[in-house]
């Protein structure tokens, strides 16, 4: 007769057996400019269907009395701004009692805004990019951000109780990825369902994602993402910034081995690559630059479409 330990064993074996690794590879870069994303981590297995990426605040958010989120431009070389003398534009694209998800045309952006975006029978095109806000404690809080001409999302939580405000740190990519100057997603199309909170993506090297937002709080935001499997490249990156422990977006890295009994830990800037079921990136000093800005895990990695 099997006993209740025995049980335990068993499931938890099962589990650690269920789960799928990805290969992680630092692809990053050295760099003195605080304002350039040099951090690349890229995510791969042409095996993944679903997997979870939740931002959560820092360990160390409750010791923070303000926070630092000026740009830094010391170091940086960066050429003269096209946009100068262009008007931006803001549309809102839906509207609720919690919910509003805002599009803007930018005075000026790397790649052209030629991505529709729909939400129900309205379509708009040309947006540089896309803002879910979400009413809270009376006033709108921006929790999620995507832009269409190249794919990068950002995600936050909703602020700490004992600040006003949090940062927005590094950004992430879904899809197939691919590199023109920088890491960015061929998007051919974007669709809003605001009943299910879901973003649907289409690829211009074919296939289709979306993003779901899953849980938000004062802790952390979490999101469900389920992808057309990704063959020959990554599924997924995460881009930031490392100048020094004490001036980076990202600048540690944790992660799980498949039937590791322990979590490993690196600085990003000497991490090469890992076989992992789960990865954390974050910081655990606060940094000059962004210092409320939230750690990022990728998880939840299966082969199992939802």
């Not at 057996?17 to 290969?23: G, H, M, S």
């Not at 008007?87 to 839906?94: F, I, N």
């Not at 690559?273 to 962004?290: C, D, K, L, M, Y």
Request: glycine share 8%.
């Amino acid at each position: 007769m099997a006993t209740a330990a025995g049980l335990l064993i068993g499931c938890a074996a099962a589990n650690a057996a269920d789960e799928l690794a990805v290969d992680v590879v630092n692809a990053s870069e050295p760099t003195l400019c605080a304002e350039h994303d040099n951090v690349t981590l890229e995510l791969a297995s042409g095996k993944v269907r679903r997997f979870a990426i939740e931002a959560a605040h820092p360990a160390y958010v409750g010791v923070l009395v303000a926070d630092r989120a000026v740009p830094d431009f010391s170091h940086c070389d960066f050429p003269a701004d096209p946009g100068v003398g262009r008007k931006p534009e803001r549309v809102t694209l839906y509207e609720s009692e919690e919910w509003q998800l805002v599009g803007h045309r930018l005075a000026a952006f790397w790649r052209p805004g030629a991505v529709p975006v729909r939400v129900g029978d309205r379509v708009e095109t040309g947006l540089h990019l896309l803002q879910l806000w979400h009413r809270f404690e009376q006033r709108a809080e921006e929790v999620l951000v995507l832009y269409p001409p190249d794919g990068y999302w950002r995600a936050r939580p909703l602020p700490p109780a004992h600040l006003s405000w949090s940062a927005y740190g590094s950004s992430f990519l879904v899809g197939s990825i691919e590199t023109a100057g920088r890491p960015f997603v061929d998007l051919t199309g974007v669709a809003f369902d605001p009943v299910a909170l879901r973003f649907e993506l289409k690829f211009a090297r074919g296939g289709a994602a979306n993003l779901r937002l899953a849980k938000l709080d004062r802790e952390r935001i979490a999101l469900d993402v389920a992808l057309d499997p990704v063959l020959g490249g990554p599924f997924a990156a995460l881009r930031s910034m490392f100048v020094t422990e004490t001036n980076a977006d990202v600048a540690r890295i944790a992660w799980r081995e498949p039937g590791g009994k322990a979590w490993r830990e690196q600085s990003i800037d000497r991490f090469e690559r890992a076989s992992a079921v789960e990865i954390w990136t974050g910081r655990a000093i606060p940094s000059r630059h962004n210092s409320s800005a939230p750690d990022l895990r990728f998880s939840d990695f299966s082969a199992t479409p939802r």
